[in-house]
């Protein structure tokens, strides 16, 4: 049994700065590349940013500049640095991680940003 839990979620004004953690615990051999997402009301989830098990990441267009994914192996959590938000990012944020053999995800946390 494997599980994901987001903390740093909440309301913040427009150009702030909220950072995101998710703890993956339970049966972990291994974990390869670890992800955020977001899914706003009305609109389908998408690919927030992720890290690679190596480092490397990748960020959707949206995001770029702004936001900040990153990872500490040895505690198997992953982080989102969330800078200069705007009331577009508002959204629930939800963490997933390749735990082989399963991709898991965890709860969700809401981010709200107030114009």
Known sequence: QVQLVESGGGLVQ???????????????FSINAMGWYRQAPGKQRELV?????GGSTN????????F????????NTVYLQMNSLKPEDTAVY????DIPPR?????????????
């Open 103 to 115: 991709l898991a995800w965890g709860q969700g946390t809401q981010v709200t940003v107030s114009s």
């Open 49 to 53: 940013a992720a890290i690679t098990s």
């Open 68 to 75: 900040t994914i990153s990872r500490d192996n040895a505690k």
């Open 94 to 97: 939800y963490c997933n991680a």
């Open 14 to 28: 427009a150009g702030g700065s909220l950072r995101l953690s998710c703890a993956a615990s339970g049966s972990i």
């Open 59 to 66: 960020y959707a267009d949206s995001v770029k500049g702004r």
